[in-house]
Nanobody, 120 residues
């Protein structure tokens, strides 16, 4: 009933740009907070950026000034500029506070992830 589908990952050279997108399934009526997290090999998953339904944004210090999160209803995008090799990771879309048209509520949900690789 719930799907968060990421797209836009790939291979890019250092200094380049990529845009990730995450589309929520049509069964979803609203999502309180949407965000992007990432997990590099051998490391824990970490927060990259979040945006609330009201448009409030937050960023990790490591991406502030380089990444921009935006949102239109239940679709969220992450514009990544000035990419560095240390940005290499699997990027996951996350939804927090998900309400379906059926009335079902999900506290949180993850997408399957999309690989971003930045070469030096």
């Amino acid at each position: 009933q719930v799907q968060l589908v990421e797209s836009g990952g790939g291979l890019v050279q250092a200094g380049g740009s990529l845009t990730l997108s995450c589309a929520a399934s049509l069964t979803i009526r609203s999502i309180d907070v949407m965000g992007w997290y990432r997990q590099a090999p051998g490391k824990q998953r970490e927060l990259v950026a979040t945006i609330s339904s009201g448009g409030t944004r937050s960023y990790s210090e490591s991406v502030k000034g380089r990444f921009t999160i935006s949102r239109h209803n239940a679709t969220v995008s992450l514009q990544m500029n000035s990419l560095k090799p240390e940005d290499t990771a699997v990027y996951y879309c996350n939804g927090h506070g998900i309400r379906l048209y059926s009335g079902t509520y999900y506290y949180g949900y993850w997408g399957q992830g999309t690989q971003v690789t930045v070469s030096s």
